[in-house]
């Protein structure tokens, strides 16, 4: 069954989100799976097979691995907020590679300063973005001073945990 097929079949299903492991269990199937996530479908095909790729990487992020550069990109040009936040999701389980590094610190700027993104989006690129500045020490101040921008409005609880857990990420960088 294609994976089309397989997300309109069980995307309305209780056990959605289980379904990811038949992925893990036929590999061959993730390419496919990748193209459906980070192509131009209407809903809701890029929106489940992202929310499957999360639950992948979660759960075996190796399998991903070969697809690291398509999430990549995926990232720096995908507006759909669920795709993106899912595909930031399994970024977080990936080390940094430097392919298009600078466009995608660049993104991850954008998606924390910007208000129209969702919190979970803030959020996961806040993660991301410790990474990066454990690796670039000179972004540390920057990323202070958006986190400080921020919270002169009042932060939800997911980006106040966000900031708490990048805040414990980087506490040993001077």
Not at 20 to 26: G, P
Not at 76 to 94: H, I, M
Request: with cysteine; net charge positive; hydrophobic share 40%.
């Amino acid at each position: 069954m294609k994976v089309q097929e397989l997300i309109l079949y069980h995307y309305k299903s209780r056990d959605f989100i289980s379904k990811h492991r038949y992925f893990i269990e036929n590999p061959e199937l993730l390419n496919e799976l990748i193209e459906v996530a980070t192509g131009n479908l209407n809903y809701p095909l890029p929106e489940y097979a992202s929310w499957w790729l999360f639950h992948i990487a979660r759960t075996n992020a190796i399998v991903l691995n070969p697809f690291h550069q398509q999430l990549i990109d995926c990232v720096l040009k995908n507006e759909n907020g669920t795709v993106l936040r899912n595909s930031l999701g399994v970024l977080n389980e990936f080390p940094l590679i430097e392919y298009k590094e600078g466009l995608l610190l660049d993104r991850l700027i954008h998606l924390l300063v910007a208000e129209n993104y969702k919190v979970a989006t803030q959020v996961y690129s806040l993660y991301l973005l410790a990474y990066f500045t454990k690796k670039y020490p000179e972004i540390k101040q920057e990323v202070l001073e958006i986190i400080k921008m921020k919270a002169e409005k009042p932060l939800t609880p997911a980006l106040r945990i966000g900031v708490k857990n990048y805040l414990k990420h980087i506490k040993s960088i001077n």
